[in-house]
């Protein structure tokens, strides 16, 4: 914010008769030293918490270049956990935004652990009894409704729906598919891969390398 009130400040000195050479030379010093400050502090931050790595730098990879990797019909969802909160990025080619979770990095990892489970169980009795399960049953609506709330919603308004979602998952939570999510749990509501093509990528980074992987 600091360097973004520089950036005005030099662009109102530049454009007014009192914008002297030199006033300007110290303003465009002070910016620099603010660019050097908040590098600093990004290294800081991955030395003292590894887990802050992902606020710190996306990855290695600004918005802007995460912007211009992006196809022109695709949204980019990056989950960044902290200790206390889980921040979710949208990045789309026209802007970006930070959504911020109403449950804990750890509240949701338990969520998904149990979801996994769950589904193997279910995947498991429906093939010992040579039947498939029809609809979810009410705990496993719970935790669908759980982790929707808590992945999908915070971001629901950003998503058009027919567009293509991005979607890179935190490196600490269980490898989830959010395509099967459905709003309020029900068998009833369309799951998120109705309404959105949604990939996966491994990292930000990934996105100027690859192709995202479907699923």
Do not use: W
Not at 46 to 55: F, G, S, T
Not at 79 to 106: E, F, I, N, Q
Not at 110 to 117: K, P
Request: charged share 20%.
């Amino acid at each position: 914010e600091r360097l973004v009130g520089a950036e005005r400040q030099l662009e109102e000195l530049a454009s007014s008769p009192h914008g002297t050479p030199l006033l300007l030379e110290e303003v465009q010093r002070v910016m620099s030293r603010l660019e050097e400050n908040i590098a600093a502090s990004g290294e800081r931050t991955r030395h003292i918490d590894p887990r802050l790595i992902p606020v710190a730098d996306m990855d290695g990879i600004s918005v802007a270049e995460a912007q211009k990797a992006l196809p022109g019909d695709a949204t980019l969802l990056v989950y960044l956990p902290t200790p206390r909160a889980l921040y979710a990025c949208v990045v789309t080619p026209a802007g970006s935004s930070v959504h911020m979770a109403a449950v804990s990095p750890a509240h949701v990892t338990v969520l998904a652990d149990e979801y996994l489970r769950e589904c193997t169980r279910r995947t498991q009795s429906a093939d010992s009894a040579g039947q498939s399960f029809r609809s979810q049953d009410l705990y496993l609506q719970d935790l669908t409704r759980g982790l929707y709330e808590a992945l999908i919603l915070p971001v629901e308004s950003m998503l058009k729906p027919g567009s293509r979602l991005l979607v890179v998952l935190p490196p600490d939570m269980p490898l989830l598919s959010l395509a099967g999510l459905r709003r309020g749990g029900s068998p009833g509501t369309p799951a998120l891969v109705e309404r959105l093509a949604v990939s996966y990528l491994p990292t930000v980074r990934f996105l100027q390398l690859q192709k995202p992987l479907s699923a």
